[in-house]
C-alpha cells in the first residue's frame, strides 16, 4: 500500500511540474 501511495504522489507531482512548465514556456 506505502509503494502505490507513494507512486501516485510521485504521480501528482510530475503532473504539476509539467504543467507549470507548459504554462511557463507559453507565457514566455
Known sequence: A???SN???W???T???AL???LA???S
Open 2 to 4: 506505502v509503494a502505490v
Open 11 to 13: 504521480k501528482t507531482a
Open 15 to 17: 503532473q504539476m511540474i
Open 20 to 22: 507549470t512548465i507548459l
Open 7 to 9: 507512486l501516485g504522489k
Open 25 to 27: 514556456g507559453r507565457d
